[in-house]
């Protein structure tokens, strides 16, 4: 059984830097894609940065420049650093597991429950 959780969230001011991770448990994630999605109230659930298991990386345009996506040696940890952070970047961030080499989180397959962003202005 999967499971996903992550860690790291707070409460930012604007202009902090936040490092959230994700401990994976259940499969060999080598094979899978990883990646952080977020969601915030009364808006759908984004992409926000993969680790495609292939080794590339994908961000998304809103963050780039702002974020590094990695994995751990084990291959079943996530790690997301966000930097520069603005209050619009206040979320809830998801873990996501996926076979789907595809950035809408309707095709990817496990979730965790998600860390809560807070940046303040």
């Known amino acids: 059984q999967v499971q996903l959780v992550e860690s790291g969230g707070g409460l930012v001011q604007a202009g902090g830097s936040l490092r959230l991770s994700c401990a994976a448990s259940?499969?060999?994630?080598?094979?899978?894609?990883m990646g952080w999605f977020r969601q915030a109230p009364g808006k759908e659930r984004e992409f926000v940065a993969i680790?495609?298991?292939?080794?590339?990386?994908s961000y998304t345009n809103s963050m780039n420049g702002r974020l590094t996506i990695s994995r751990g040696n084990a291959g079943n940890t996530l790690y997301l650093q966000m930097n520069s952070l603005k209050p619009e970047d206040t979320a809830v961030y998801l873990c996501?597991?996926?076979?789907?080499?595809?950035?809408?989180?309707?095709?990817?397959?496990?979730w965790g429950q998600g860390a809560q962003v807070t940046v303040s202005s």
């Open positions: 680790s495609w298991s292939g080794g590339d990386l």
């Open positions: 259940g499969r060999d994630f080598s094979t899978y894609h």
């Open positions: 996501g597991v996926g076979w789907t080499k595809n950035t809408s989180p309707a095709v990817w397959q496990y």
